[in-house]
């Protein structure tokens, strides 16, 4: 028998991948996501960041873990503690959902899937299917959002504000990541860029809100389009002015578009390197 490559990248799949996901009064949708999750991997980290509902109460019967902290601390802090967790646990990687069912489990194969493909990438579900049923505001500010982290990172991604992702080990194990709430998010992708030289690939998923064409009821988001995206953006700025070379950097980000796992074929990237759906 041919003898194992320890070098060789672990094969993900439902066993060796933790699900975390950060619940703030939660309680709408909660149930529904942790089930959805374990049909899919077998271990689940719940972070309850201070809810105040019955966010901990709809899955207590439920075989997750559940980390509580006794005052909300935000969306970073919850994730380095789910982080810190898996990786106490051993897992090979980490997938992240918000608890507000804005993400299918039945798309966590898919990231699986792309993340056996492309070892040691971050895994993005990115929200390029239905977008129209994205509200505009959102959309634009998701867009913005890409532009200015790839400032950051050197090259493009797609739905660089979705909450559900994929982190190798290495990458959930960084602890120089700085920001907090939906900063860290933005960060970790900068960070992971240029300590380890992490690239990312963007899965198509669904988007998923509240709209006419949908029964589905979510809470209001806690992402706040202006207030976040100020945070986000002058953290990012900060970054990329702090670390110079612009000129070569805007180079980078022009030669490397965004990196979209799509067996079927429905996505390329556009000219200028947006994904566009390909027709007929």
Same mark, same amino acid.
Request: overall charge neutral.
């Given at each position: 028998m041919a003898e194992l490559n320890p070098r060789a990248p672990v094969r993900l799949d439902g066993d060796n991948?933790?699900?975390?996901?950060?619940?703030?009064?939660?309680?709408?949708?909660?149930?529904?996501?942790?089930?959805? @999750?374990?049909?899919?991997?077998?271990?689940?980290?719940?972070?309850?960041?201070?809810? $105040?509902?019955?966010?901990?109460?709809?899955? @207590?019967?439920?075989?997750?873990?559940?980390?509580?902290?006794?005052?909300?601390?935000?969306?970073?802090?919850?994730?380095?503690?789910?982080?810190a967790e898996a990786l106490r646990r051993g897992f090979a990687?980490?997938?992240?959902m918000d608890g507000d069912g804005q993400h299918a489990g039945s798309d966590i194969p898919r990231l699986l899937d792309a993340a056996n493909r492309h070892p040691a990438h971050i895994v993005i579900g990115?929200?390029?299917?239905?977008?129209?049923?994205?509200?505009?505001?959102?959309?634009? &500010?998701?867009?913005?959002?890409d532009w200015g982290i790839a400032w950051g990172t050197g090259?493009?991604?797609?739905?660089?504000?979705?909450?559900?992702?994929?982190?190798?080990?290495?990458?959930? &194990?960084?602890?120089?990541?700085?920001?907090?709430? *939906?900063? *860290?998010?933005?960060?970790?992708?900068?960070? &992971?860029?240029?300590?380890?030289?992490?690239?990312?690939?963007?899965?198509?998923?669904?988007?998923r809100y509240q709209c006419a064409q949908s029964t589905a009821q979510f809470r209001k988001s806690h992402f706040r389009p202006l207030?976040?995206?100020?945070?986000? $953006?002058?953290?990012?700025?900060?970054?990329?002015?702090?670390h110079g070379g612009m000129l070569a950097q805007y180079r980078r980000i022009r030669m490397s578009p965004p990196v979209i796992d799509d067996p079927s074929g429905e996505f390329s990237p556009m000219p200028h390197g947006q994904p566009q759906a390909r027709t007929p």
């Amino acid at each position: 028998m041919a003898e194992l490559n320890p070098r060789a990248p672990v094969r993900l799949d439902g066993d060796n991948v933790a699900v975390v996901i950060p619940a703030l009064n939660e309680e709408l949708r909660i149930r529904g996501v942790v089930e959805d @999750a374990l049909a899919h991997c077998r271990h689940v980290i719940v972070i309850d960041d201070g809810s $105040t509902d019955a966010t901990c109460e709809r899955i @207590a019967d439920l075989p997750v873990i559940v980390l509580r902290h006794d005052e909300r601390m935000g969306k970073g802090a919850s994730l380095r503690d789910g982080f810190a967790e898996a990786l106490r646990r051993g897992f090979a990687a980490v997938l992240t959902m918000d608890g507000d069912g804005q993400h299918a489990g039945s798309d966590i194969p898919r990231l699986l899937d792309a993340a056996n493909r492309h070892p040691a990438h971050i895994v993005i579900g990115a929200r390029l299917r239905k977008r129209s049923l994205q509200p505009t505001y959102r959309r634009l &500010a998701n867009e913005f959002g890409d532009w200015g982290i790839a400032w950051g990172t050197g090259y493009q991604i797609a739905d660089t504000q979705s909450g559900q992702r994929l982190y190798p080990a290495a990458v959930a &194990a960084l602890t120089e990541v700085p920001g907090e709430d *939906f900063v *860290f998010e933005a960060q970790i992708l900068i960070s &992971a860029a240029r300590t380890l030289g992490t690239r990312v690939v963007s899965v198509p998923i669904e988007s998923r809100y509240q709209c006419a064409q949908s029964t589905a009821q979510f809470r209001k988001s806690h992402f706040r389009p202006l207030r976040d995206l100020w945070r986000i $953006t002058s953290h990012v700025v900060t970054q990329v002015l702090s670390h110079g070379g612009m000129l070569a950097q805007y180079r980078r980000i022009r030669m490397s578009p965004p990196v979209i796992d799509d067996p079927s074929g429905e996505f390329s990237p556009m000219p200028h390197g947006q994904p566009q759906a390909r027709t007929p």
